[in-house]
């Protein structure tokens, strides 16, 4: 190898070296991704009880497409809604 080869390797070196000890001497901890808050849903405008206790004789149909997601979404309403 000739001195010019030399000098190109000697800077690729020192180019990984610099790169190696700035990543990895100064990089954070990695923070764990946080939790997919809970779905929320829009607040009930109307009352609980009475007329409207039977939540899915109303609603039923209609959410069903967008809430087939949700497993066991017919029992609990209220942990995702909320009266206004
Ligand atoms: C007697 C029929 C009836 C019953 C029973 C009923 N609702 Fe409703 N609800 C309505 C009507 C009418 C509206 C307003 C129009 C709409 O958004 O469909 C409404 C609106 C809502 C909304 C707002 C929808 C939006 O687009 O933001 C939510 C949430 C909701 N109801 C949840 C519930 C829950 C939970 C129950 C059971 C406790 C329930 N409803 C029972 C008739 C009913
Ligand atoms: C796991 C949480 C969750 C549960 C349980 C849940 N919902 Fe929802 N609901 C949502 C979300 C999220 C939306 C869409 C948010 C928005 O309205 O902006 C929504 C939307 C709605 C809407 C507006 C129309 C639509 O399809 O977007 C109605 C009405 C509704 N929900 C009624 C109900 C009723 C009735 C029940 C119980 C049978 C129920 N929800 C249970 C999360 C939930």
Do not use: I
């Given at each position: 190898m000739n001195t010019k080869k030399w000098a190109i390797l000697f800077v690729v070196v020192m180019m990984v070296a610099v790169l190696a000890a700035g990543c990895g001497g100064?990089?954070?901890?990695?923070?764990?991704?946080?939790?997919?808050?809970?779905a929320v849903g829009s607040a009930i405008?109307?009352?609980?009880?009475?007329?409207?206790?039977?939540c899915i004789g109303c609603h039923g149909a209609a959410i069903e497409a967008s809430h087939?997601?949700?497993?066991?979404?017919e029992e609990s309403c209220l942990d995702c809604h909320e009266a206004e």
């Open positions: 100064s990089t954070p901890e990695p923070t764990p991704a946080p939790e997919p808050p809970a405008p109307h009352a609980l009880d009475g007329p409207y206790e039977n087939a997601d949700f497993a066991g979404y």
